[in-house]
Nanobody, 126 residues
């Protein structure tokens, strides 16, 4: 059974960096668009970024543009979210998700996905 597994979260000071990874052990992610979401305590889940299956199109919520970069690793086994210049408001549980499609359809509006990861905690605090 396919599972999405996130890793790379942790505690970082404001201005610091983290790199999150989304992988599907035993499976390739090359044929699916991958979305990153985050949910802060007491807040609604928010779409953060998405990369198409080919990797040639990426999408970001306005609040992370210029600070976060989504990419695929060369082996096609993971999707990475490089997060720089982190702010306290980036604190949240970050999840990756896929609907097994090629494109980032309805990025920011789509909420139902076939597969979700369990999430990784990112805490930005001094």
């Amino acid at each position: 059974q396919v599972q999405l597994v996130e890793s790379g979260g942790g505690l970082v000071q404001p201005g610091g960096s983290l790199r999150l990874s989304c992988a599907a052990p035993g499976f390739t992610l090359q044929n699916s668009a991958i979305h990153w979401f985050r949910q802060a305590s007491g807040k609604e889940r928010e779409a953060v970024s998405c990369i198409t299956s080919s990797g040639d199109q990426t999408y970001y919520v306005d609040s992370v543009k210029g600070r976060f970069t989504i990419s695929r690793d060369d082996a096609g086994k993971a999707v990475l979210l490089q997060m720089n210049s982190l702010k306290p408001e980036d604190t949240a549980v970050y999840h990756c998700a896929t609907d097994y499609d090629y494109y980032c359809t309805l990025f920011g509006a789509k909420t139902h996905f076939a597969l979700w990861g369990q999430g990784t905690q990112v805490t930005v605090s001094s």
